[in-house]
């Protein structure tokens, strides 16, 4: 696989709306509209896959407006999928879901990527490194991991983006800075360092990475490396108060708890049930997903936003 050094930065293809297009999947979600608004920003052509269900829908009505051309494809009808990647530079994946969508509406769009001659293809990873994770340990990791054999097989140049955790969930989806007890709550090691980094951070990053004409097999990013006591001084500083630690317990202990939260909520079919967070909660206090080297400064002009300023930012 080609690689550059971590620290000699890349000025990425800043393709014009003549070139082309670079497809993105999920492109009406969360993720997916930054990546495309950030895509627009570098000058490229955007070819938005939506579902029939979606492609009426507010977000799909902003891309256009941002001047993405929407394509409404069913992700079971290869033709639909073979017209979508058509002529394509690079296809991006910022789908979300479980093994229907991760490994299995992933590898058609993989087949039509590959039978369209696209050259690049970058999955929804998005998350810590699951290649140095144990299988089991974190549902949504493995089928990441599962997609990944099929796409190293396939004749495509591959690229991970791994960026940690989101930063905006510390602001309360992820429960670890909890701002009404003034409490910082975590297992294991409070030294153990994290990697953070902001959905807009990694869209920019994913956005320039899509532009890369040889971009290496993984690309790590971390907007900060934090510890849970740099997490309680972020706190400290963005809100002007104190916070204490509080240590639960051991990661042999969070295991437990993992495991009965699993068994009284199985919530099987969501996305993100509470024990799966709790699983990335665990796998990134066990120190083994933490990214290194990372890529941060391959592309140049992505001001890499704190802890401190997401913590200290109103809730929207
Ligand atoms: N590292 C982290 O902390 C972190 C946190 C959250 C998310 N993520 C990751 O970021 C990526 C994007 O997540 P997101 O929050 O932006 O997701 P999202 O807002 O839920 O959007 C995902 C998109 O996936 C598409 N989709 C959903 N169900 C589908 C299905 N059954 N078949 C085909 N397409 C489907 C939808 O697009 P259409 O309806 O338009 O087709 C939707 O807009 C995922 O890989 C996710 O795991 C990472």
């Not at 809100?239 to 630690?245: D, M, P």
Request: proline content about 8%; overall charge positive; hydrophobic content about 45%.
């Amino acid at each position: 696989m080609p690689s550059t050094p971590a620290a000699q930065p890349i000025i990425s293809e800043q393709s014009t709306s003549d070139s082309a297009p670079v497809v993105l999947a999920g492109a009406t979600g969360a993720l997916g509209l930054l990546i495309a608004h950030h895509l627009r920003q570098r000058g490229a052509a955007v070819r938005a896959l939506a579902r029939p269900e979606t492609r009426n829908s507010a977000e799909a009505t902003s891309l256009r407006v941002q001047g993405a051309e929407v394509v409404t494809v069913d992700y079971n009808n290869p033709a639909d999928l073979a017209r979508a990647c058509a002529g394509a530079a690079c296809v991006v994946s910022a789908l979300s879901g479980l093994r229907e969508v991760i490994v299995d509406a992933q590898t058609r769009l993989l087949e039509a990527a590959v039978a369209a001659g696209v050259p690049r293809f970058i999955p929804s990873d998005f998350c810590i490194d699951y290649t140095k994770l144990p299988e089991g340990s974190n549902r949504n990791l493995d089928l990441r991991r599962e997609f990944s054999r099929r796409l190293d097989q396939a004749p495509i140049q591959a690229t991970s983006i791994l960026n940690g955790m989101f930063t905006d969930l510390l602001k309360g989806t992820a429960p670890v800075v909890l701002p009404g007890p003034r409490r910082v709550v975590y297992w294991g090691s409070a030294d153990q360092p994290l990697d953070f980094t902001t959905m807009v951070n990694t869209a920019e990053f994913t956005a320039a990475a899509a532009l890369d004409p040889a971009p290496p097999r993984f690309l790590r990013v971390a907007g900060e490396v934090a510890s849970i006591r740099d997490l309680q001084r972020a706190a400290e500083a963005a809100t002007g108060k104190a916070f204490k630690l509080f240590r639960v317990g051991s990661l042999k202990t969070f295991g437990k708890v993992i495991k009965l939260t699993k068994a009284l909520m199985p919530a099987n079919d969501d996305v993100f049930p509470p024990w799966q967070g709790m699983q990335y909660l665990h796998n990134m206090f066990t120190g083994l997903p933490k990214l290194a080297p990372l890529d941060n400064e391959r592309y140049p002009g992505i001001r890499w936003t704190p802890v401190r300023e997401v913590l200290g930012a109103s809730r929207q």
